[in-house]
């Protein structure tokens, strides 16, 4: 059964980077589409970024579009979410999951909708202050 682990958060000041990983164990990364989402304090769950489970096609919340960046590295079995240019209000935890329905389970799906996900790792905790 899939797993997933999601690593590399961490306090940065505004105007920072850092690079999320999600690596998977227990099955291979190539037949899936991966999302990251974040959940702030006090807040509902926000998808952030997906992609295919190719690397063909991408997609990103306006929120984040032009500073972040998703990619993968199947042979790696990892999928990374590099985040540039942080601000305060991009603090949250930061989740990697993967479709739940067999019928989306490769494709890139940017949605706010996490119950149409499955395989949920524990989290990255990424917080953005001066």
């Known amino acids: 059964q899939l797993q997933l682990v999601e690593s590399g958060g961490g306090v940065v000041q505004p105007g920072g980077s850092l690079r999320l990983s999600c690596a998977a164990s227990?099955?291979?990364?190539?037949?899936?589409?991966i999302a990251w989402f974040r959940q702030a304090p006090g807040k509902e769950r926000e998808g952030v970024s997906c992609?295919?489970?190719?690397?063909?096609?991408?997609n990103y919340a306006n929120s984040v579009k032009g500073r972040f960046t998703i990619s993968r590295d199947n042979a790696e079995n990892t999928v990374y979410l590099q985040m540039n240019n942080l601000k305060p209000e991009d603090t949250a935890v930061y989740y990697c999951?993967?479709?739940?329905?067999?019928?989306?389970?490769?494709?890139?799906?940017?949605?706010?909708?996490?119950?149409?996900?499955?395989?949920w790792g524990q989290g990255t905790q990424v917080t953005v202050s001066s």
């Open positions: 992609i295919s489970s190719s690397g063909g096609m991408t």
């Open positions: 999951a993967t479709p739940r329905f067999t019928t989306l389970q490769a494709m890139c799906v940017l949605t706010n909708d996490d119950r149409a996900f499955g395989s």
């Open positions: 227990g099955s291979t990364l190539d037949d899936y589409g």
